[in-house]
Nanobody, 116 residues
Framework: QVQLVESGGGLVQPGGSLRLSCVASGDVSSISVMSWYRQAPQKQREFVAA???????NYGNSLKGRFTISRNYAKNMVYLQMDNLKPEDAAVYYC??????????WGQGTQVTVSS
């Protein structure tokens, strides 16, 4: 089992930046991909970004260029740098791990609010 804890959410003005963090514990050696998802009120959860053990990255539609995912393998952490935030980026952001046996683990989420 993998446990995930997100942090770094908060209130930011449009055009501002936030850096989300997620720390993994437990069976971290089983992790193959770390991802970020988000869910806004009354909307489906959507994919934001992912990074593999090899460092390959993938981003959701229209997010590349504003969002950057990175990973610190030694600290079992994954980050999401979000720049030029827009009101439509407001959501609860979730960290997810995918194991080598294709088992998902999710964090509890961190709230991001974009408002002036």
């Amino acid at each position: 089992q993998v446990q995930l804890v997100e942090s770094g959410g908060g209130l930011v003005q449009p055009g501002g930046s936030l850096r989300l963090s997620c720390v993994a514990s437990g069976d971290v050696s089983s992790i193959s991909v770390m991802s970020w998802y988000r869910q806004a009120p009354q909307k489906q959860r959507e994919f934001v970004a992912a990074i593999t053990n090899a460092g390959s990255t993938n981003y959701g539609n229209s997010l590349k260029g504003r969002f950057t995912i990175s990973r610190n393998y030694a600290k079992n952490m994954v980050y999401l740098q979000m720049d030029n935030l827009k009101p439509e980026d407001a959501a609860v952001y979730y960290c997810k791990s995918l194991s080598l046996t294709l088992r998902d683990s999710w964090g509890q989420g961190t709230q991001v609010t974009v408002s002036s």
